[in-house]
């Protein structure tokens, strides 16, 4: 996990720890093989883009106990698939993006500047580029 860059080439950084995230469930958007979903973008949650999850068929808001998920609220943070992200931009419901916490994989998804419209880092006037 050490090795894993972000989008802006540094290193990667947790997205969150609470409530834990990421395909692993170590805070961190990094991926592998095995994660199919590629769970790769740290997003800030929004409520309208909970709702447009639901609606694409993944309540993200629902408590599933059995699952240790306590469901996501407006400014959690959480690792996405870049599938998924890329979708909701479609959409016109895209939530925030924490660019130094996702994963450089995400660039064969989704277009760094469609992510960098989004960011929500705090020093912007650091980005490469």
Request: glycine content about 10%; aromatic content about 8%; proline content about 5%.
């Amino acid at each position: 996990m050490s090795e894993a860059k972000n989008v802006l080439g540094g290193t990667l950084q947790s997205c969150c720890k609470f409530p834990m995230t990421g395909f692993y469930r170590d805070g961190y958007c990094h991926t592998g093989r095995e994660d199919l979903g590629r769970h790769s973008v740290c997003i800030r949650v929004t409520q309208e883009f909970l709702e447009f999850s639901r609606a694409a068929g993944n309540d993200l808001s629902t408590p599933q106990p059995d699952l240790d998920f306590a469901g996501l609220i407006p400014g959690d943070q959480w690792c996405l698939c870049a599938l998924r992200w890329q979708e909701a931009l479609e959409a016109g419901a895209a939530p925030g993006v924490v660019l130094s916490a996702t994963e450089e994989s995400t660039l064969e998804v989704v277009d760094l500047e469609d992510l960098k419209k989004y960011a929500i880092d705090e020093r912007k006037e650091a980005w490469p580029g």
